[in-house]
């Protein structure tokens, strides 16, 4: 979806990152440098394999911890992504600001559709989670919230995709609208 978007970045700032994939594949496309913030140390210790396996260690800085506990630390890049991370989190706004506010030019993301049997499913998981005893909790937040948000910040959504499951957007923030760093 970055691609059709036509996404130009020279920096990136990837929230929730995981194993590094979307950060990887930026720096394997020849681009600047890429910063990782994820809580999962395991997850971590992946993405520094990976990044030393392909050569790119130098310009790929990984942070261990919450993004919106980091964000006053984290640089602003041109693009920001958060990937499958609004729902792991039960107030969205200060992960949406925190994100929002590092986005130089565009801010990508992808969340669960406000619907009734997604709704339903997410129930039941945290159900279950709790009966093993897991506190890991999963969120539905109302779509339109997000979209308010991202507008509020300054963005403007430019790629809208719609699956049954997943709500994907790229934004951009417009000339004359970016957020002051300094």
């Known amino acids: ?21 979307l950060a990887h594949e930026f720096l394997a496309a020849g681009r600047g440098t890429a910063v990782e913030v994820e809580v999962a140390g395991a997850y971590l210790e992946a993405a520094r394999d990976e990044a030393a396996r392909r050569g790119h260690s130098d310009r790929l800085v990984l942070r261990h ?7 006053p630390d984290l640089p602003p890049a041109d693009l920001v992504t958060v990937d499958r991370v609004l729902c792991c989190y039960p107030d969205l706004q200060p992960l949406l600001q925190a994100t929002a506010d590092k986005a130089r030019r565009y801010w990508a993301g992808n969340f669960p559709r406000d619907r009734w049997f997604i709704r339903l499913k997410t129930r039941w ?34 790629r809208i995709h719609r699956g049954p499951f997943w709500e994907s957007v ?9 957020v002051s760093h300094g």
């Open 170 to 178: 790229v934004c951009i923030r417009q000339n004359g609208s970016e």
């Open 65 to 71: 911890g919450d993004a919106v506990d980091h964000a």
């Open 1 to 21: 979806m970055l691609n059709d978007a036509q996404v130009r970045a020279e920096t990136h700032l990837d929230v929730g990152g995981g194993i590094g994939v």
């Open 125 to 158: 998981e945290n159900a279950r989670r709790a009966r093993a005893g897991n506190q890991f909790r999963t969120y539905v937040h109302p779509v339109p919230a997000i979209y308010e948000m991202l507008r509020r910040a300054g963005l403007t959504p430019i």
